[in-house]
């Protein structure tokens, strides 16, 4: 099997699509959250696609890899609930990095070790759920509806009965109700429902949103030639908006068949690595569902079919931790595709 | 993703139909391209069917027609405007500040209705609070007959002084001429035709609070009128101020229009069209489809046939002489309210014919000095297009 180049291509392409088009959203090339996070993804892409290379992401999972990830997660959301400070409703790290990002992969990375090793599954579950509590704790809404969904993707994955799934889903569900802060969620929800029913206040970023996408039509207005500033915050959360208007349905579309071309290359990788090693397979499902469960619930949110969860479109939106961490995960998958020296 | 393509495909088709996020557009979006992709807004037609471009830009009409056309399903909205009497009236006022209301006696359907200069926030017709000066005699008579107070007074060129604190209230001609030996004994036809300020600050204390404050609430002065009732949208005329505890020596200046009362123009034709009517006041509405609906009944026939007969006086030989039109018989009051600072408030209203008024027309030209140099001409105007648009027949 030889590694899987087309995937790198797209992934690469929405990386310097991403960065084209925070250039354009900033008026200006944007230093430490576009260009620095961007190099320094390029390099863990790069590094992590070799470590994992061969089998060895298996090898390192069924061994103490699981722990190395669990440990490293545990200590960064720790060190988050310490040291961490809040921006806009979210809690982050000196130098506004955000290290729950990392928990993303590092969880993948412990669950996949621990079901592939067929130990208990009560157990994992329950540690993972002490991750979640942290991250929780920390109030990041997003991140915890994006955990719980992967965690039970890759249940689902390793074969598990729809009862445990069921488990799962309650308990995420406690979870998201604890992870609100300071009542947003309340808020957020309330604008799903109702967007109008304050529309210059609480529904202002999502009606503007909802604008810009109406004004984009089909074909877009194209690109740099929108008022994209009109939507607030328009370079994170909402960068689905800026797309929708400058480049249109049509762009969007290109935009989001190139992360549905990047996630099938990804499911078929960890079909492919099903037989050979279990870990591996695992830990693809959960980097897989882990990051299109992100690409769906910002799009979804920005179209209001879903409420808000403040979590960003993966390598589109202003965000560096996010940035780094989707190009590492990428770079695992990468890694995961081959080449093998045992294949033939 | 694909679910998600079709939920964004979904909004593009969706989105211009949903009619609060078109009101949402329509007052917040700042992109362009995104009107020209709905359907025409606030797209009105006048009583005939012609298209009626009040909406323009910056106008209060604007965000009311966004709402009506979204009542209507985008189909244009029906007003009781007549296109080219309303062109006219906004044609004379241009440059000037102020408002016109032209409206139907019989129906209270309004014909036209110009707040000039156009403000987003301020409609002067129907919101704007004015001290009304002289046109405010003909509510007073109106009044006073319809409670059988008819007097005779003496009316001295030094003038009427209802306290010993307050100066005189005394007429024009005094202050214009010092040989002026004053109008002596007059009675209610004279005052009106002259607008004697002596009789009717004298009328006022005699009529007395209790009577004055029954026929406020008579004519409904202070009640705010709906004139899109029936369309489901809110657009309200606002109440007059009027004070309360008047005593009766307060009544002198407030009965010749320069006490505490304030009107808004649309008040003053409301009145004016009670009186062309026999002393019936209809609510005053901009929707053609709306039947006409009673609002108060502030005057009694007699009265009311009085006081026209009065206001035809005062057209053919008194203040409002410039409005006299041959073949037309033309009533009307000229008012020139002072303000305190600044050149007074110009007014004039009236209405025609005598016989079977079909048009109630009032003028209010801010700081336009007296009336019957600045708002009569315009009154004269607006008949005249009447005329032509065949209104009297």
């Known amino acids: 099997m030889r590694r899987d180049w087309w995937m790198c291509a797209a992934v690469m392409t929405l990386a310097v699509f991403g960065l084209l088009v925070q250039v354009r959203l900033a008026g200006s090339l944007p230093t430490t959250e576009g260009l620095l996070p961007f190099a320094a993804g390029i390099v863990c892409f790069i590094a992590c696609a070799i470590a994992c290379g061969d089998g060895r992401a298996g090898a390192f999972l069924e061994g103490k890899g699981k722990w190395v990830a669990f440990w490293l997660a545990a200590a960064l959301m720790a060190a988050l609930l310490v040291f961490g400070h ?8 000196p130098g506004r990095i955000n290290p729950s990002e990392l928990v993303k992969l590092c969880m993948a990375a412990f669950l996949a070790g621990w079901l592939g090793g067929k130990s208990s599954t009560v157990k994992g579950l329950a540690l993972c759920g002490v991750l979640m509590l942290t991250v929780a704790a920390a109030g990041d809404f997003g991140m915890v509806a994006q955990l719980v969904l992967s965690v039970a993707a890759i249940l689902w994955a390793a074969s598990w009965a729809w009862g445990t799934l069921a488990v799962v889903g309650v308990a995420g569900g406690m979870l998201l109700a604890a992870a609100n802060p300071a009542g947003h969620l309340a808020t957020r929800f309330a604008v799903w429902k109702d967007p109008f029913a304050d529309m210059t206040g609480s529904g202002w970023q999502t009606l503007q949103g909802l604008a810009a996408i109406l004004s984009g039509g ?53 079909v492919r690595r099903a037989d050979k090693s279990p870990c591996e397979a695992l830990l693809a499902a959960g980097i897989v569902s882990s990051l299109a469960v992100q690409a769906m619930l910002n799009v979804a949110g920005v179209l209001n079919v879903l409420p808000m969860t403040g979590i960003t479109l993966p390598l589109i939106s202003l965000g560096g931790s996010s940035l780094v961490t989707t190009l590492a995960m990428c770079g695992v998958l990468a890694g995961m595709s081959g080449p093998f020296a045992d294949a033939r | 993703m694909a679910v998600l393509l079709a939920a964004h495909a979904r909004w593009l088709s969706a989105g211009p139909k949903d009619p609060r996020f078109v009101r949402f557009l329509r007052r917040y979006d700042r992109r362009s391209n995104v009107g020209d992709r709905l359907p025409p807004h606030g797209a009105a037609v006048d009583r005939r069917g012609s298209p009626l471009d009040v909406a323009l830009p910056g106008s209060v009409f604007q965000h009311v027609l966004d709402d009506l056309s979204i009542t209507t399903d985008g189909k244009p909205v029906s007003l009781s405007l007549d296109a080219r009497l309303q062109a006219r009236g906004e044609a004379l006022m241009a440059g000037k500040r102020g408002a016109l209301v032209a409206m139907e006696p019989a129906t209270g359907r309004i014909r036209a209705l110009v707040s000039a200069p156009r403000a987003a926030y301020l409609d002067r017709a129907l919101n704007g609070m004015y001290p009304p000066g002289s046109v405010f005699k003909v509510f007073m008579a109106a009044a006073a007959l319809s409670a059988d107070v008819d007097p005779v007074f003496n009316c001295p060129a030094e003038g009427y002084r209802s306290s010993r604190s307050t100066p005189p209230i005394r007429d024009v001609e005094a202050r214009r001429n010092r040989k002026w030996k004053g109008f002596g004994r007059i009675g209610m036809g004279e005052a009106l035709t002259h607008s004697s300020n002596t009789y009717f600050a004298q009328l006022g204390v005699l009529f007395g609070p209790e009577r004055f404050a029954d026929a406020v609430v008579a004519a409904r002065l202070a009640d705010p009128a709906k004139v899109l009732a029936g369309t489901g949208v809110a657009l309200e005329a606002a109440g007059c101020n009027v004070p309360d505890g008047l005593r009766a020596p307060e009544l002198a200046p407030v009965a010749i229009g320069q006490g505490a009362l304030q009107l808004t123009p649309l008040s003053v034709a409301m009145f004016t069209a009670a009186v062309a009517d026999d002393g019936i006041m209809l609510e005053p509405t901009l929707s053609q489809a709306a039947p006409p609906r009673m609002r108060a009944r502030p005057f009694t026939f007699a009265a009311a046939g009085r006081v026209k007969k009065m206001m035809r006086a005062a057209v053919r030989g008194g203040t409002g002489r410039g409005c006299d039109i041959p073949g037309l018989a033309v009533c009307g009051k000229t008012g020139t309210a002072e303000t305190g600072r600044g050149r007074d408030h110009a007014w004039f209203t009236c209405f025609a014919p005598m016989e079977a008024p079909r048009l109630a027309v009032t003028v209010l030209v801010e700081n336009g000095g007296f009336g019957a140099s600045a708002a009569v001409p315009v009154a004269r105007e607006m008949l005249l297009e009447a005329q032509r648009l065949e209104m009297f027949r």
């Not at chain 1, 809040?86 to 790290?93: A, E, K, P, Q, S």
């Not at chain 1, 249109?248 to 290359?265: H, K, P, T």
Request: glycine share 14%; net charge neutral; charged share 15%.
């Open chain 1, 86 to 93: 809040r921006y806009r409703g979210g809690l982050y790290l």
């Open chain 1, 218 to 270: 089909y074909a877009g207005s194209g690109f740099g030639l929108g008022e994209v500033q009109a939507v607030p915050i328009v370079a994170s959360d909402f960068v689905y908006a800026a797309l929708a208007e400058e480049l249109g349905l049509s762009g969007c579309a290109a935009v989001l068949a190139l992360w549905a071309f990047v996630l099938f290359r990804g499911i078929r990788t960890a």
